[in-house]
């Protein structure tokens, strides 16, 4: 009896502390919640999670968030790694864009611009099924329509040019945003070189 | 007689997507691993890389399988076994400043990495999970429902 009873003390605390630590992993295992992650340029966003009655905002890489309303997690990198591995791993390559530019007024590509029919095409051959916009886009000289008719233009252009290297696209889509969308906000009549472009994405 | 169900999909299927490819699909299917299908109007597809993904589509991985897709606004998803991400809303008009995505998380992981409709109107990206909205501010995040 004595020695039964001393022995309890001792062991029961490591007990219920093994215990809470089991449910604590057992819970977490089958827990929904979310992680902020730090974004492949190093920056990091925000996102804000709203449950029943309840708002709240994470903003710091690392932070996580139960979704059954208990509140702000810490989950350890082997977690991360156990729960999220094979969603990490099927992460397909990241879309990258390429900007052409072009002379005022027509579809001539600046010098400058031409080494970058040859950093694309190293781009599609590294996807195995790239898909592929085409954006133009003017200056705001010139009126409205004429631009938005000059920006297609652009794209058809960078689109014949690139064409050998848009052999393996699966999906290749043209449009213009003619002078709606520039790059650098001028007044309308303005001949800006930054915005005589065409942006092509490939994913 | 076995034969005859499945020719009926595969013919259904055809002429579903002859009519879909008026639309633009919304994005495509880039990366997969074992067992993971698209169910939409066009029935339910095997995954394989390239196939194109439309409003509405649901995608579904198997306990050994995972799948990644990228959205026509340069979106990167990407889900872990056993789950399932329905694609509940997806406008990318940036000319006319029409934007706007939805998703649904059921069940399973996900990673998700913001493309051009959560930089231009993130009040406009939402993930839903069975008890949660997540609100999306240009991020990088991960999620899991059991």
């Known amino acids: 009896m004595m020695e039964h009873r001393e022995r309890r003390p001792t062991h029961a605390p490591q007990r219920v502390l093994a215990a809470i630590a089991l449910t604590l992993l057992a819970g977490c295992a089958q827990r929904s919640y979310v992680v902020l992650l730090e974004e492949a340029d190093g920056t990091t966003g925000q996102v804000i999670v709203t449950q029943t009655g309840t708002t709240a905002v994470l903003n710091e890489a690392g932070q996580g968030l139960a979704l059954d309303g208990n509140g702000a997690l810490t989950v350890p990198a082997a977690r991360l790694e156990r729960d999220f591995g094979a969603a990490l791993a099927a992460q397909p390559a990241l879309p990258l864009r390429f900007v052409f530019n072009f002379e005022p007024g027509g579809t001539s590509l600046t010098r400058e611009s031409k080494p970058r029919i040859a950093e694309l095409a190293r781009a599609m051959r590294a996807r195995p099924v790239p898909d592929v916009s085409i954006v133009g886009h003017t200056d705001r000289a010139g009126d409205d329509r004429t631009n938005e008719q ?54 | 007689m076995r034969l005859r ?21 919304i994005g495509f299917v880039k990366t997969v691993a074992g067992e993971v299908t698209v169910v939409g109007k066009r029935g339910t597809v095997a995954a394989t890389p390239g ?96």
């Open chain 1, 150 to 203: 000059l920006g297609l233009e652009r794209a058809r252009t960078v689109e014949a040019l690139l064409a050998d290297a848009l052999k393996p696209a699966v999906a290749i889509t043209v449009a213009s945003h003619g002078e709606r969308n520039p790059l650098v906000p001028t007044a309308d009549g303005v001949a800006e070189a930054r915005n005589r472009r065409v942006e092509v994405t490939v994913r």
């Open chain 2, 5 to 25: 169900p499945c020719a009926l999909v595969v013919l259904l299927g055809w002429s579903c997507l002859a009519t879909a490819s008026t639309d633009d699909p």
């Open chain 2, 51 to 146: 196939v194109p993904l439309e409003l509405g589509d649901i995608v579904r991985t198997r306990a050994d399988g995972r799948v990644g897709l990228t959205l026509k606004d340069d979106t990167v998803l990407s889900l872990g076994p056993n789950s399932e991400l329905s694609l509940t809303e997806f406008t990318y008009a940036p000319a006319r400043g029409e934007l706007g995505l939805g998703a649904r998380l059921s069940s399973g992981t996900l990673q998700f990495i913001s493309g051009v409709i959560a930089r231009l109107k993130p009040e406009s990206v939402s993930i839903a999970t069975p008890n949660a909205t997540i609100g999306v501010r240009g991020t990088r995040f991960v999620v899991k429902v059991p």
